[in-house]
């Protein structure tokens, strides 16, 4: 196929190739950061820390899951790297209500923003679980693939997120 | 009206389009990135930036696993926050306590702030403006973690690193918030805490290390070299000029200093000194076994010893790293004939490959017993020369997981492989397997002619995720049985610091696998690595059923004794089930005792039992054996004889070999047999006359057991003291061409000390 061919040429260091590789993937690679950070400056550096480790480890990709269930993988370890050395900076300004979006936002993505960091503290994983089975559309054994867990967990994973999504919408019910 | 539900919006979350900028500068970055990666250049340009904290941070990233998660941080995390708390609530006690013995005499600033007393901080932060003398406390502040890790990196003098103690025994999460709030009305109203003062000695200038910024870092690295004084600078600008990938691995060439990148995820810990490190401890774990019993020839029972030759060393490395810590290792990390084998001795070596060994035996008084007799067993394999070497396959099986992310394990790991593949020919193969959280193929077998690709596989190693060693394993079998070498040596290296917690974890069910394999013709080896949650009872499981050595790596010196020197040795058998056996004289010893060998010994059956599985012996390996006897008529017998069995007398015993003290037999199969071959050697009373040589090999490995025996608790070596194996083993160096025997003074020097 023409993407195994490209990704070989790439790990070979052919940087045309790797040009290509990266034209026809940003927008996934975008995508995915901006689901998961909700945040289009955040996305951009996400995006770009993933680019950047794509092009050290591609080499290391085996042909053994799809190139996109990998770069899966990357993104989202790119993304906690990301995040967690973001708390590391910004150490005393969190409290201050570091701004989660953009601002310029419909009602629909603020619930979703506000739900996705629920998720993230409801469990590890538990976000990028939704976002690669409800968002990216995975099935369950392919989100396990990227996250490195069992079919199971990840269905697991998604019976707690629906039993939780129950309870919230109980909880705003009563409360409205 | 019903909400839809979150499932479905979802769905429909539509990501806003990339910015066409962001992009282009995201592309031009990774193909930078790409090229620079490829070409191995370090000292290319940088790759294009949006900022230059940004392409510090992708940098600092790019080391980082594809596949470690958040999680990966935490155990290693809670666990020295945890110990770490401990110490420093221990440390806040004391401090505490000598803080308001001062200030009882001043009631109204005790009374002030009494309940936040007992948490003061041994080393409290001060602001800029308090007078400077106590700067090395404030750069223990600045430099902890948080400061150093700061991308920003401007104002990050971090003038560091004299001798922080205590300040390192503080958690370092916990410093922070203990100091802020508290060490102000402290700095203010009293003089500095004696626990402080100490804490904060004068500043030197020769442990000074500057961190600087990134803007400038060139001028500043030249100038700061200019000066001549002895400073060592890293510049970020010099990260990607060394073979390191970030500042930590920099950091760690500094002489003194001690740096680790956590978990990989670019942030630092700095140490001190090496010698502050924390270090686990309890948790490493040894086979329990008895000290070898005394033995009467005169009871029919006991006159025949028989075990297996062993050839391992790792005991004598265990020890030498707990006696540098000054602590005394358990006694049952201390096998005698591993210490005793650690060493090379001159017995006179085989000449040919069919009859791979050759038995010398000497009789010596024993130093610790009088009137009591040492009788060495040397056995020296055949010294396969260079090129008749058969053509190895090897596999190595490294760990990677989180717990092998100290100064000892990984790193070490690197550096000895890079060692070994020096000593290997330009035809063998090496194949790389990591196991952590999921195990993986690094390296499809390479030819060792391509070292760069070999070094560079190493190099992207970083530690992360749990340990699934059988995993691994299996895996590292599957590219063993697939580039197998017929004619060749196929072995599988397995580098851990012990831990196989996933997977097959049963040491029986590992065993029998490992055992399977070797019917195939792979063997394995195994080095340990680290300490403080070692294995050895499982390594040495792993490797005797293996047929392999198992070696504690320590220091990059015993990497290269292992690897560079004896590789020959480690990775080419040249006998297999090696089994000694020696029948003592009833007429001649009245009572005999084995030194070390207690995880080896046979049944007396065994040695004619060619199913029997024991030690192998690798080209050029000496095997030494050390008994104790009590020849009939000495006054120093341990066990009186008894009243009722009248010893048999000389006439008796077949021959009426009144000159022999014992009968020596040694079976073994060559590498490619199943029947084995056995040679014999009678042990003659006078077999004491020997070469200039071989009689201060008899010392040194005299000394050798004697320290053993001591470290085991001295239940049979009367009044002999450290100080006396000292003595002895300094008497016998001989010309100890790199160091290891008056190591081994140093360390019997230790031992006085050790706790």
Known sequence: MDERDLISRAQAGDATAFGELLDSYYDTIFRFAWRWSRHRANAEDIAQLACLKLAG????????????????????????????????????????????????????????????????????GMKETALLVHAEGLSHAEAGTVLGVSESTISWRIHTIRRHMGKREARIGESA | ??????????????????????????????LAEFTRSNAQAANEALPPRRSAIQALLGMLRLSRESNSRGSDFMPWYSRRMLLGGAASVCLAVVGGMLVWKTQQLQPEVARLEPAALPVAPPVPEQRADVPANEPMAQAGVQANEQAAADAKLKDAEAQELAKRRQAEGESRIEQKPLTTGIAQPMAGAAPPAPAAASAAPAPNEQDE?????????????????????????????????????????????????????????????????????????????FEHFELNSIKQPAIESERVSTFSA??????????RKQLDQGVLPQKDAVRAEEMINYFDYSWPAAESREQPFRSTVVVSDSPWGKGRKLIHIGIKGYELPERQRPNANLVLLL???????????????????????????PTDTVAIVVYAGAAGMVLPPTPVGEKEKIIEALDRLEPGGSTAGAEGIELAYQLAEKSFKKEGVNRILLCTDGDFNVGIDSTNELKGYVER???????????????GNYRDELAQALAQNGNGVAAYIDTLNEARKVLVQEAGSSLFTIAKDVKLQVEFNPATVAEYRLVGYETRALKREDFNNDAVDAGDV??????TAIYEITPVGSASRMVDASRYVKPESAASTSGGTSNEYGFLKIRYKLPTQSKSQLIETPINVDSGKVGEGIKRDVEFSTAVAGFAQLLRGGQFTGSLTYEDVAKQAQAALGDDPFGYRSEFVQLARKAQSAR
């Open chain 2, 310 to 319: 062993d050839v391992d060393t790792s005991s004598y490395s265990f020890v």
């Open chain 2, 517 to 531: 394999k070797r019917a195939k013709g792979i063997f394995l080896s195994v080095l340990g690595f680290g300490q």
């Open chain 2, 399 to 425: 760990d990677v997981s989180g717990s092998m992310d100290e100064p000892d394990k990984l790193p070490l790991v690197k550096q000895s492989m890079k060692l070994l593949l020096g000593s290997l020919k």
């Open chain 2, 618 to 623: 690798g080209s050029g390996h000496a095997v």
């Open chain 2, 1 to 30: 009206m019903k909400p839809r539900s979150f499932e479905e919006m979802l769905k429909q979350d539509a990501a806003p389009p990339a910015d066409p900028a962001a992009r282009r500068a995201a592309r031009q970055a990774a």
């Open chain 1, 57 to 124: 480890s591609i080499a290391q990709y085996r042909f053994q899951a799809a190139f996109a269930t990998w770069l899966y993988r990357l993104v989202i370890s790119c993304a906690q790297d990301w995040k967690r050395s973001q708390q590391r900076h910004d150490h005393d300004e969190l409290h201050e209500g570091a701004s989660l979006t953009d601002g310029s936002q419909s009602e629909d993505q603020i619930y979703l923003a506000q739900v996705l960091l629920e998720l993230e503290e409801l469990g590890e």
């Open chain 2, 209 to 285: 290390l500057t961190v600087s910024g990134y803007r400038g870092s060139l001028q500043a690295s030249v100038e700061a070299r200019k000066e001549n004084t002895p400073v060592t600078t890293i510049t970020s600008e010099e990260i990607g000029k060394f073979p390191d990938k970030n500042v930590a691995e920099s950091l760690q060439r500094v002489p003194g200093v001690a740096a680790q990148s956590a978990a990989g995820n670019g942030s630092f810990r700095f140490k001190g000194d090496a010698k502050d490190q924390y270090q686990e401890v309890g948790r490493d774990r």
